[in-house]
């Protein structure tokens, strides 16, 4: 059973209270860029055996999203915090970094 906290209301609760929304930290490209560009933006994704960052949103409490970093093989959560995020939080990397040496997820490490 994955268990998460939501880093804005504080409820730590069962991931059915919460919704899955992807990949975190896409990057989305502006007018004018390449059809490549888009098709990166709407199709690819990293499919890890190990640690990614997703989004999930708090449906059934606060409705905000957040993101979430998540070993997809042990379902150990290494951390939440804001959707706002541009980037996952230097502690949050180095701690992963701890724990599974060589860790690297889409440029982040
Ligand atoms: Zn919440």
């Given at each position: 059973?994955?268990?998460?906290?939501?880093?804005?209301?504080?409820?730590?609760?069962?991931?059915?209270?919460?919704?899955?929304?992807?990949?975190?930290?896409?990057?989305?490209?502006?007018?004018?860029?390449?059809?490549?560009?888009?098709?990166?933006?709407?199709?690819?994704?990293?499919?890890?055996?190990?640690?990614?960052?997703?989004?999930?949103?708090?449906?059934?409490?606060?409705?905000?999203?957040?993101?979430?970093?998540?070993?997809?093989?042990?379902?150990?959560?290494?951390?939440v915090?804001?959707?706002?995020?541009v980037?996952p939080?230097?502690?949050?990397?180095?701690?992963?970094s701890?724990?599974?040496?060589?860790?690297?997820?889409?440029?982040?490490?």
């Amino acid at each position: 059973m994955l268990i998460l906290t939501c880093p804005v209301c504080g409820v730590t609760a069962e991931e059915t209270e919460f919704h899955a929304g992807g990949e975190a930290h896409l990057k989305r490209y502006g007018p004018g860029s390449s059809e490549e560009n888009f098709e990166e933006y709407l199709f690819m994704r990293e499919n890890p055996k190990g640690v990614h960052f997703e989004r999930w949103r708090h449906v059934y409490g606060c409705g905000k999203w957040f993101h979430a970093a998540r070993s997809t093989t042990t379902l150990e959560v290494f951390g939440v915090y804001p959707a706002q995020t541009v980037e996952p939080p230097a502690g949050l990397k180095s701690a992963i970094s701890e724990k599974q040496p060589g860790w690297s997820w889409r440029g982040f490490s």
